[in-house]
């Protein structure tokens, strides 16, 4: 089984070299395929610029071996084609935009698929903003101001982006209306990585990573490690 990287937004600022470079250590080094999944930007006909900025970056990082695919709405998700390229992939990395297009995108698809058995396999799922939020089984949608389905790769957990900016104010409301799940609040240029033992997971990056259930939260800084899922002390009362 591969690892997962979540990152909080700000993903290509130039601040992120951490995680990633670290994600992509796991993925088996610079020269694996690393391919960059744009759909979340497609929505308002921003995935391109997007990919390519995604390109530009992990190129400076010293990958040689980055595409950013043509993977933007249903019908592409269900490319035979895509999902042999996502199937040989070490690496892939979903962009952020729209959370819920991402998830309706991705949901079922060959694709998504593909993305799966090569996690089974060793790859590192990585996704920023709207990209990590659809990783986990459920998701808040900003636009509905709802909880809403995820893609289920990671269980448990609901993960809330851009954390030091807009994110904290959805935090507390959610945590209390759905005492079930774990909410993971990730600052902009801040990822973690579940590459620590028994299922632990690290913080990199510029800020933090804070923690909600119910009424309680814990934070955590670069360097420290979290295990949120069966975590006892969160348990609600």
């Known amino acids: 089984m591969g690892y997962i990287l979540l990152e909080g937004g700000a993903e290509f600022g130039g601040l992120m070299a951490q995680p990633d470079l670290r994600a992509l250590d796991l993925a088996g080094g610079l020269h694996v395929r690393l391919s960059i999944i744009p759909a979340a930007a497609a929505a308002d006909n921003n995935h ?19 595409t950013a695919l043509p993977l933007i709405d249903q019908v592409s998700a269900n490319s035979q084609e895509l999902a042999a390229v996502l199937g040989r992939s070490r690496l892939i990395y979903l962009l952020g935009g729209f959370p819920h297009y991402l998830a309706q995108t991705l949901a079922d ?35 509905a101001k709802s909880i809403k389905k995820g893609l289920n790769l990671l269980t448990g957990a609901c993960v809330l982006p851009h954390h030091n900016t807009f994110g904290k104010t959805w935090a507390s409301q959610l945590a209390e209306q759905n005492p079930e799940l774990i909410f993971i609040g990730i600052d902009e240029e801040t990822g973690m990585i579940n ?43």
């Open 48 to 66: 391109h610029r997007a990919g390519q900025n995604g390109v530009r970056w992990f190129s400076k990082l010293g990958a040689t071996q980055v």
């Open 109 to 143: 698809s060959f694709c998504w698929t593909a993305i799966l058995a090569a996690h089974r396999e060793g790859a590192v799922i990585a996704g920023s903003s709207a990209g990590a939020m659809v990783l986990c089984d459920h998701y808040y949608d900003p636009a």
């Open 195 to 237: 590459d620590g033992p028994q299922g632990e997971w690290t913080v990199y990056g510029k800020g933090s990573v804070t923690l909600y259930r119910r009424h309680q939260s814990r934070c955590y800084r670069t360097g420290e490690m979290a295990r949120f899922l069966n975590f006892n002390d969160m348990n609600p009362e």
